[in-house]
């Protein structure tokens, strides 16, 4: 018999971690999992899926608008914030039933408490006041909302609390330029409430390629969001007429909701990891090794924990590999090279790969760009581009990154992301017969470099 109570002992119940515990347990792991809030983690309870519900809803203000161009007749319409709130409810609670339902079709012990590490091999159980051992810990407990201190800033929520605002606010103000931000102020434009988006720098949307950023801040501008960039906030004051917030050029701003989303910082706070010797980065992320593996032989980290690349799909990737590696004798490096990833902007973005200004670092490059209005706008005369770029290696011709700016683009790079990923060359993308009419066909149809 084991002289440990589990095989693997996971902590937090999001995506890396439901499937580090499952694909373990089906391997023949004695497993249990703890979570403290709901499974399903950041990305089903409180991100990812709600995120992605609200900007389809914020979607159809435009689409009745759109629809006149193509003959309708749109009689009047309304919204009704608290509806979309309890619909969104109904289907998260559904998906977190899968979770567990899965993870009890595995085998895994579910247990809904905080734990905490006692040491290399104990894990303490907060609600029950009791600890458990096991052979392996793996630590799977995410990031967590970053606001700065300042006077007021309890009046302010994040990312955790939009999703149950009991009521629709007015006039919204949401502080940051990273892709959350710029995503929620997208969907409450769309929703109806008047937005503005505070940025302490000059462009959104930070990492991403620097044409790709400003087409997208443009095309949000004439939606209707305001920006304010070189601008931070100093403090909130609640008052009768709901919140005032004063900025650092001295102008102030009334709002019914400010939203921070100035960033998220690993989950490690009172967690025990120091007391297990776990080595944790400036940021309070569990440092790990290729395969995973803390300093601490019996403790793995997978997911936004680590602070390695924040997607829920490489969270997943993490976690199989954890499994396969240390349940199934298959050692297995998870691997972050080539993402796609897709931010739902309005317009939304699709990219795989290195921006021009990344790729320029290392590469003599030639640059395709095309900046069209897409067919679907030509009669409903909305004024809104697409944008698609490629990145191309001068010498070998290697497609080194995709970007795609407008509708669709999310569905798009992820076809563009097996290209690029295999190794395709600019020859390879111009011997594709396009599609047509469609948007994408200007992937494969772009002749001539633009610089």
């Given at each position: 018999m084991s002289a440990f109570d589990y095989d693997l002992f996971v902590i937090g119940g999001g995506s890396g971690g439901v499937r580090a515990a499952r694909i373990s347990a089906n391997y023949g792991a004695k497993v249990a999992i703890a979570e403290e809030y709901r499974y399903g983690g950041t990305c089903v309870i409180r991100g990812c899926v709600p995120k992605k519900l609200m900007v389809y809803a914020s979607s159809f203000s435009e689409a009745f608008e759109d629809a006149e161009g193509f003959g309708w007749t749109v009689g009047e319409s309304s919204f009704d914030w608290a509806k979309l709130i309890a619909n969104k409810d109904v289907e998260i609670d559904r998906l977190e039933g899968i979770y567990a339902k899965n993870l009890n079709g595995a085998g895994v012990e579910v247990l809904r408490t905080r734990a905490e590490v006692v040491d290399p091999h104990t894990v303490r159980l907060v609600a029950e006041n009791r600890t458990v051992t096991a052979k392996h810990i793996l630590i799977a407990t995410g990031g967590t909302p970053f606001v700065p201190d300042?006077?007021?800033?309890?009046?302010?929520?994040?990312?955790?609390?939009?999703?149950?605002?009991?009521?629709?606010?007015?006039?919204?103000?949401?502080?940051?330029?990273?892709?959350?931000?710029?995503?929620?102020?997208?969907?409450?434009?769309g929703l109806g409430s008047g937005v503005t988006q505070v940025y302490r720098k000059d462009m959104i949307l930070r990492g991403f390629d620097g044409e790709m950023r400003e087409h997208?801040?443009?095309?949000?501008?004439?939606?209707?969001?305001?920006?304010?960039?070189?601008?931070?906030?100093?403090?909130?004051?609640?008052?009768?007429a709901g919140l005032v917030v004063t900025l650092t050029d001295g102008s102030t701003q009334e709002a019914d909701l400010v939203m921070f989303a100035t960033g998220r910082i690993p989950n490690t706070a009172r967690m025990g990891l120091e007391n297990a010797g776990v080595a944790l980065g400036k940021k309070g992320e569990v440092?790990?090794?290729?395969?995973?593996?803390?300093?601490?032989?019996?403790?793995?980290?997978?997911?936004?924990?680590?602070?390695?690349?924040?997607?829920?799909?490489?969270?997943?990737?993490?976690?199989?590999?954890?499994?396969?590696?240390?349940?199934?004798?298959?050692?297995?490096?998870?691997?972050?090279?080539?993402?796609?990833?897709?931010?739902?902007?309005?317009?939304?973005?699709?990219?795989?790969?290195?921006?021009?200004?990344?790729?320029?670092?290392?590469?003599?490059?030639?640059?395709?760009?095309?900046?069209?209005?897409?067919?679907?706008h030509t009669i409903s005369g909305r004024d809104e581009k697409m944008l698609m770029k490629m990145i191309v290696e001068k010498s070998s011709q290697k497609v080194l990154g995709v970007h795609i700016v407008g509708h669709g683009a999310g569905e798009m790079i992820q076809m563009a992301a097996i290209a690029v990923k295999m190794g395709a060359t600019k020859a390879d993308f111009d011997r594709t017969v396009a599609v047509h009419p469609t948007a994408s066909e200007e992937l494969v149809t772009m002749k001539t470099p633009t610089r």
């Open positions: 300042f006077p007021g800033r309890e009046h302010a929520i994040t990312s955790n609390e939009i999703f149950h605002v009991p009521e629709h606010p007015k006039r919204a103000m949401i502080v940051g330029g990273g892709y959350i931000a710029s995503e929620f102020a997208g969907i409450l434009n997208v801040a443009a095309e949000m501008a004439k939606k209707g969001v305001a920006f304010k960039f070189n601008t931070d906030v100093t403090r909130i004051d609640k008052t009768d440092i790990v090794d290729a395969w995973s593996q803390t300093n601490i032989p019996s403790i793995y980290a997978v997911g936004d924990v680590t602070d390695r690349m924040a997607l829920t799909p490489v969270a997943i990737r993490e976690g199989q590999a954890f499994a396969e590696t240390v349940f199934n004798s298959n050692p297995t490096k998870p691997d972050h090279e080539l993402v796609a990833t897709a931010v739902f902007t309005q317009p939304e973005i699709g990219t795989v790969g290195l921006g021009e200004e990344q790729a320029r670092e290392d590469h003599e490059l030639d640059v395709y760009v095309s900046t069209f209005r897409a067919m679907m």
